[in-house]
């Protein structure tokens, strides 16, 4: 038997989180774990209360057509990584890292090298976590150093003053 390294354990973990999804165009799970015990789980769905895509069998941004990465406005769901953090308290999380894992609703595969939207990457920055881990190419790992979201972020908005938006 081989046993998976921490990094492998954890993504599993967070791709069956993400089997719990009810999107239908991706499903993502995320975990927060920090001193090897996890913190807190999401999936990607409908706020509590409210009917999921899955059970409407409806998606407005796809049937709108927009990209991956647009229009999140139009999205009826909570991302995966938003519900794992407010259902942590901010101490437990300074530091920790969440594990992401996506899967193809269509296949089921596991997507690879995915990273949080720019909304989400916002508020992993205000939880305290250090970093993110996803699925990479060839059975590897991809790490995202949250703190370089930080100054890459610095570096957006001076630009964006800059240009005067």
């Known amino acids: 038997m081989n046993r998976p390294d921490k990094d492998h354990y954890y993504l599993d973990i967070a791709a069956a989180v993400a089997k719990r999804s009810t999107c239908l165009r991706r499903h993502f799970g995320a975990i927060i774990v920090k001193v090897d015990q996890i913190i807190s789980t999401g999936y990607v769905g409908a706020p509590r209360g409210s009917i999921n895509c899955i059970d409407l069998q409806d998606c407005p941004r796809e049937k709108a057509g927009i990209p991956s990465g647009e229009r999140y406005e139009l999205c009826r769901s909570v991302h995966a990584e938003m519900n794992a953090i407010i259902h942590a308290a901010r101490?437990?999380?300074?530091?920790?890292?969440?594990?992401?894992?996506?899967?193809?609703?269509?296949?089921?595969?596991?997507?690879?090298?995915?990273?949080?939207?720019?909304l989400c990457t916002r508020m992993i920055i205000n939880a305290g976590i250090d970093w993110v881990v996803a699925d990479g190419a060839d059975g590897g790992v991809v790490r995202y150093a949250v703190q370089d979201w930080v100054k890459q972020d610095r570096g957006v908005w001076a630009d964006e003053n800059i240009h005067g938006y």
Request: aromatic share 4%; charged share 20%; net charge positive.
């Open 91 to 118: 101490s437990e999380m300074i530091g920790a890292t969440l594990y992401l894992a996506c899967l193809s609703p269509q296949t089921g595969e596991r997507v690879i090298a995915v990273r949080p939207c720019k």
